[in-house]
């Protein structure tokens, strides 16, 4: 049972160093470091806009996506590498709203902290090679229009 802790523990060194940075927690997502797949919640931040997509053999379709402030990195999942591949300064990702897609996409153009897991592709892979599940979607403070003058 040690031998397995210990290569497991090893293996999780391996993938780290393969993004040149120290882990983040699920407590400090803002840390530098490689995220990791379905390991807990991520939330990061940036700007929501949309963008009109061609999938291949499906046509067109709207996908919601985060820019980056600051480019990730994502460990490969141990024994999974080719559904869960390794990805290295992503700086746009799709954002994948499990319902209410109406509220999600009206944060286009705004400043948003998006809060979900990440997926190694998003829907059909077109708009970004990763996704973020979401579990929500906030704009940040600041992003208010202020009303109109009056004359």
Do not use: W
Not at 34 to 43: M, R
Not at 45 to 54: D, W
Request: hydrophobic share 40%; net charge neutral; aromatic share 4%.
């Amino acid at each position: 049972m040690k031998t397995r802790l210990t290569v497991l523990a090893g293996t999780a060194l391996l993938l780290l160093g393969a993004c040149s940075k120290t882990p983040s927690t699920a407590h400090n997502p803002a840390a530098p470091g490689c995220l990791q797949y379905a390991l807990g919640a991520v939330t990061l931040s940036g700007l929501a806009s949309t963008e009109r997509i061609s999938a291949p053999d499906k046509g067109y379709r709207e996908a919601l996506i985060l820019t980056l402030d600051t480019p990730i990195c994502v460990s490969a999942k141990a024994g999974q590498e080719a559904e869960f591949p390794a990805q290295h300064d992503v700086s746009r990702l799709e954002l994948l709203p499990k319902s209410d897609f109406t509220a999600a996409f009206s944060l286009a153009g705004q400043r948003v902290s998006a809060h979900g897991n990440l997926a190694p592709l998003s829907g059909d892979g077109a708009a970004a090679p990763l996704g973020l599940v979401l579990r929500s979607l906030k704009a940040e403070p600041g992003n208010a229009t202020p009303p109109p003058e009056a004359n």
